[in-house]
């Protein structure tokens, strides 16, 4: 990875949105954004694959 990317913090902040954006559509398919969340930080765009391949979660009320 280039230092002129790691210098500047772009990387991170990148990371970090994928990881808030996992959240939310964490959150619309009915499971944990929070855990999500922690799970994206570490996985980044394979935890946004996970996510969209798993499928909802439909509560019968």
């Given amino acids: 990875m280039s230092e002129a990317v790691l210098n500047n913090g772009s990387f991170f902040v990148g990371w970090g949105t994928l990881?808030?954006?996992n959240?939310?559509?964490?959150q619309g398919k009915g499971r944990g954004g929070l855990n999500w969340f922690l799970i994206s930080?570490?996985?980044g765009p394979l935890a946004t694959f996970?996510?969209?391949m798993l499928s909802d979660i439909r509560w019968n009320s």
Wanted: charged share 0%.
């Fill in 50 to 52: 996970i996510i969209v």
């Fill in 41 to 43: 930080i570490l996985l």
């Fill in 23 to 26: 959240a939310g559509l964490a």
């Fill in 19 to 21: 990881a808030l954006i």
